[in-house]
């Protein structure tokens, strides 16, 4: 179906010069109807930004961090996933759901002195982004107007409880890449996610996202690949990255539920 003309007049109007110039023609020679400078040509309206591609990319994340000194030590975890959905009319929702703690204690030599004090925190966080998505460039444009929040936080062994969402505006953008990585397969039976001896990694279809802000709040950095966080397509992958004192690794793979 072609695109309604959006100067319905001007068209008209241009028809009536042309008609007017052909009945105005005599010896002289054919005159113009249209006053100097002006285009006949109608006007077209400009075409619509394109729309990005529709689809699902996922990332589940576990992360652990470790360090200390000679009197304390603290060890913080996380799990959970963040997840792009695109629908085919460009409306976009990006999903985080995370679930973190701490314990924080003393350091080995400390805890040799008889020093046995440890607390705990756990907290648990779910929050939905909804916006527009569009193609710029080469990538994809998500502009973000409004995010449900949910949070709650335990102390020692309390239990958290999402309460429902609060809702607020939103600005933020996620500027998005299609490239590739080097992923693991599932994890063989009877090997663990990290252990990945015998195994060689191949290039996989990815995402890549770069938000306006720091979504993952203190593990943010720790799921970054080059800068910016990889999304895969349909069932997604998964990545363990930890940080040990000074030791760092990081295995991806695809997602749990990923055929191959």
């Known amino acids: 179906m072609g695109m309604e003309d959006p100067h319905p007049r001007m068209k008209l109007l241009v028809t009536i010069g042309l008609l007017l110039q052909l009945s105005c023609s005599s010896g002289r020679g054919q005159e113009a109807a249209q006053s100097p400078g002006t285009?006949?040509?109608?006007?077209q309206a400009a075409p619509a930004p394109p729309e990005?591609?529709?689809g699902a990319y996922r990332l589940d994340f576990e992360i652990d961090f470790e360090h200390g000194c000679s009197l304390s030590n603290e060890s913080r975890g996380?799990?959970?996933?963040?997840s792009l959905d695109i629908g085919a009319d460009g409306k976009a929702a990006l999903t985080l759901d995370l679930d973190e703690g701490s314990v924080m204690g003393p350091s080995f030599g400390e805890f040799q002195k008889g020093n046995q004090s440890f607390s705990y925190q756990h907290s648990e966080t779910h929050d939905v982004w909804t916006g527009t998505a569009g193609t710029e460039g080469q990538g994809?444009?998500?502009?973000?107007?409004?995010?449900?929040?949910?949070?709650?936080?335990a102390w020692e062994y309390d239990k958290t409880e999402l309460p429902p969402p609060t809702?607020?505006?939103?600005q933020l953008v996620l500027e998005c890449t299609s490239s590739t990585i080097d992923v693991?397969?599932?994890?063989?039976?009877?090997?663990y996610f990290w252990d990945t001896e015998g195994e060689i990694p191949s290039p996989s279809p990815v995402l890549l996202c770069k938000p306006s802000e720091e979504i993952l709040g203190w593990f943010h950095q720790m799921v970054l690949v080059d800068g910016v966080i990889p999304l895969g397509p349909g069932r997604g992958i998964a990545m363990l990255s930890?940080?040990?004192?000074?030791?760092?690794?990081r295995v991806i793979r695809l997602g749990a539920s990923s055929g191959s």
């Open 242 to 249: 930890s940080r040990i004192y000074y030791s760092e690794n």
């Open 52 to 54: 990005a591609e529709p």
């Open 39 to 43: 285009d006949p040509r109608p006007v």
């Open 140 to 153: 994809i444009r998500v502009a973000f107007e409004k995010l449900a929040h949910s949070f709650d936080e």
């Open 184 to 191: 693991y397969g599932q994890v063989p039976r009877g090997k």
């Open 167 to 170: 809702e607020s505006a939103s």
């Open 78 to 82: 996380a799990d959970g996933y963040l």
